[in-house]
């Protein structure tokens, strides 16, 4: 699909800096204001569905408390930002590159995974993913290792200090001495080790404006999510970050059947490989059961005029409090043995500070009145057995939809060998957690999870 003509740029000169809101008349505002991203979303869908896929899971949100763009994570939620009037600068191959480059953000989790000083690591984080990128695709200020910046032009070395020259240069340099392909913690122990460096963050300095500006092309995580009303600065609960987790593992498993359908557009096969490997198989199953709780969270939102609004002062700021309330079935159909209750009760003990899960036994009816609440410190002696039937799913999936039980529960989970037959589908999340050296006797429905247990004690 090709794109339609639009601003063609250029990074030579003062092009490269970045066009600053306050400088722009009202008319240029408001014409960056008419540009129209959906359409270079339309055409990664028809080009490069990976990443379309991945970005799907970004609220986009236009705003010009932002320099540039970037994605970040603000009460559970992923945003994707873009300040109308530097993407409107941009080429059009660099729009696609940016939005290439914020899904690849996406994918590696940086927006949830921090390193202090979170500067540095924005760098680290640059570095990692920029190799798997087409070079030509990517905005100036764009950090590539092994390659050296675009030298600077006379009109940018008149209005620098020499400080900002000497920095510039050392940094052009030191990232032009990295291997590429290294992971986003390697670049980070190698720009912290750094003396120069070192120095500044040791110092809780900053780089100039201008050498922040040339030497940028996105904020994310702490940097693109410091203004949302509400949300101290970087700050995220563990529950968030759980929410986010199970989103983002959702998201890439899409995205690679996704890819594996329609294509990979312009996706390296080694990164390919990375993204398989991160919905492989041989994924240690208490995460996925983490995951799987993290994706069924609810917020319980509330006004508190503690903590101020940061765009409106006078008005409250909101805090979110988050829990899973989840179903569990047990089934006593005589093939669950101590050992494998035992796994799934030391997994609930660590999980049941976030959730709360109660337990029902079932074969081919649920036992409501044997029903527990499970507790963190509970033991398998606590698990009721008082059933030795065969096995239906289906009266499980009765039971959570009933009318009965309308919003006490955001997901629920079966616990068996996976001998019975295929159950019909709801409205709640569902998952499935198999004893070791099973499988389930039928095919499993798209939005489903499968949590197959190895034995091995956490």
């Given at each position: 699909m090709a794109l339609a003509k639009a601003n063609t740029g250029n990074t030579d000169g003062k092009a490269r800096r970045r066009v600053r809101s306050e400088d722009?008349?009202?008319?240029?505002?408001?014409?960056?204001?008419r540009f129209d991203l959906d359409r270079f979303l339309i055409h990664l869908m028809w080009k490069e569905p990976v990443y379309y896929k991945i970005l799907q899971t970004a609220q986009i949100i236009k705003t010009r408390d932002l320099p540039t763009a970037g994605v970040a994570v603000q009460n559970a939620r992923i945003n994707l930002y873009w300040n109308p009037d530097f993407v409107a600068s941009l080429p059009e191959k660099h729009v696609i590159g940016l939005l290439q480059h914020e899904a690849a953000h996406l994918i590696y989790r940086h927006c949830i995974n921090f390193r202090q000083p979170h500067r540095v690591w924005n760098w680290a984080t640059d570095l990692s993913i920029n190799t798997s990128l087409p070079v030509d695709s990517l905005p100036a200020g764009g950090w590539i290792p092994g390659r050296n910046f675009t030298p600077l032009s006379a009109e940018e070395l008149a209005e620098m200090t020499q400080e900002d020259i000497d920095w510039f240069n050392h940094i052009d340099q030191l990232v032009a001495s990295f291997p590429p392909k290294m992971t986003s913690d390697w670049y980070f122990e190698q720009l912290m080790q750094d003396e120069k460096i070192k120095d500044m963050v040791d110092k809780q300095q900053q780089l100039s404006e201008m050498l922040q500006e040339l030497l940028s092309m996105d904020e994310h995580g702490e940097d693109a999510g410091s203004d949302a009303p509400g949300d101290g600065e970087g700050q995220m609960s563990?529950?968030?970050?759980?929410?986010?987790?199970?989103?983002?593992?959702?998201?890439v498993a899409k995205a690679v059947r996704e890819g594996e359908r329609k294509g990979w557009g312009s996706i390296s096969g080694e990164m390919q490989g990375i993204m398989k490997a991160m919905i492989s198989n041989e994924?240690?199953?208490?995460?996925?059961?983490?995951?799987?709780?993290?994706?069924?969270?609810?917020?319980?939102?509330r006004s508190t005029y503690r903590r101020?609004?940061?765009k409106h002062r006078d008005h409250p700021g909101r805090t979110r409090s988050r829990t899973s309330r989840i179903a569990i079935f047990?089934?006593?159909?005589?093939?669950?043995?101590?050992?494998?209750?035992?796994?799934?009760?030391?997994?609930?003990?660590?999980?049941?500070?976030?959730c709360e899960f109660d337990l029902f036994p079932f074969d081919t009816r649920v036992m409501e009145e044997h029903k527990v609440v499970w507790r963190k410190g509970m033991r398998v002696a606590d698990m009721p057995r008082v059933l030795c039937g065969g096995t239906s799913f289906q009266c499980c999936v009765d039971f959570v939809h009933s009318r009965a039980q309308k919003g006490n529960y955001d997901g629920y989970l079966l616990l068996s060998d996976g001998g019975s037959d295929k159950p019909s589908n709801g409205r709640l999340r569902r998952g499935y957690i198999l004893v070791p050296g099973t499988e389930l006797f039928f095919e499993k429905d798209p939005s489903d999870i499968v949590i197959t247990m190895t034995g091995k004690a956490a």
């Open positions: 722009l008349t009202d008319e240029q505002r408001a014409a960056n204001d563990e529950g968030d970050k759980q929410v986010v987790q199970g989103v983002l593992a959702e998201a994924v240690d199953w208490r995460s996925l059961l983490r995951q799987f709780t993290g994706r069924c969270r609810r917020a319980n939102a101020r609004g940061r047990l089934d006593e159909s005589g093939s669950m043995g101590d050992d494998d209750l035992a796994l799934l009760a030391g997994e609930l003990n660590n999980l049941s500070t976030f």
